[in-house]
């Protein structure tokens, strides 16, 4: 490596809608994962990565921050950074990485896959791996996993679109489909009222998840509606009782106006799927809720996304020589 290097990545946001886990969790990574139904948000994580050679080192000196602060438990970025020291020769060099998220962290919108999966395509255009994509968003898969942060998140945030995960694994052994292609018309509304830890789901409450998930794909992948998909994922997390009070109260408010909602697995976080001209009705019941969540101690917000299709890309790729 010569010279100086900056690359920046965008991932997009992702809310599972519905999910199971496929018995038994085979012990490589690359074949786990998850299979269900899930949207990808045009809002998400950007990682800008900078990286300097620097000879009076003699490890590599590794800064992260999230949006400005810096942060020395990104378990997912770190993991990430840790593959690709295995597969660089280079040991001198100074890197700055900075997470910029547009989506709350924690809410269940996907951000540490989006955070692994940015920075994963940031470095290997930094570092000049030339690895595929694929083989990029492997490793942040591999990452997301390892953390027990999400297991189908990465390759939804990969592929991008209202999709369906009908076999489990990493980017290229996963197969996603869309459900439909078409998207335009339609936002993502969400209100985040608290945040969840998918970890803590994964440790202790996976026992919940069984095989609902995978007959819901059955009937998504013959219906292929936003409708039945919203309708399932409601289904679905009252099956594993993961809807509280606050948030079955916005669904229902939100059912009277003529709208399917759910929440985001994991998260306290109602979304709902709707055509353009509903957005403002929707949204005017979303402040309501938001205003009503509000206090001091928390704080909750409403937002408003198209459906992302690219999945994650390369934003920028600069370098300067020494
Ligand atoms: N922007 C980010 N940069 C680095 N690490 C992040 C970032 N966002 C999340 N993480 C890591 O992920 C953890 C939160 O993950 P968690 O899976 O609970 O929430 P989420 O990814 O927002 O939602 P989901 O439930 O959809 O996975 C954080 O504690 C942090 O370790
Ligand atoms: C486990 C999960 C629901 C967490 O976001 C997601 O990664 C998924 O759908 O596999």
Redesign the pocket.
Known sequence: MDGYAKAIAFAPGHITGFVEFPTPMLDDPLLKGSRGAGVCISKG?TTEVHLYPYDGLEVPEIKIS?NGKPCSD????LYVVKEYLRLVDIRRFKLDIM?R?DIP?????????A?ALSLSYALNRAFMLNLSNEEAARIAHKADLACR??AG?VIAEYHGGLEMRLKAGAPGIGIVESIIDEVDDYKVLMLCISPY???EFLTNRIGMINGLGGKMLNILKESRSVETFLDLSFRFARSIDFITDRAARVIDALHCIGCKASVAL??ETVFTIVSNDKVGEVEKVLSCYRDLYSNSSSSVCYLSCSIDTRGATVIEDTREPS
Do not use: E, Q
């Not at 990104?74 to 970025?77: E, H, K, L, T």
């Not at 962290?105 to 896959?113: E, N, T």
């Open positions: 994580i999230i990104a378990d997912v970025s997470h998220a962290i924690g809410y269940g919108l996907g951000s540490s896959g955070a942060c999400g998140t830890s998918t970890k994991f998260g």
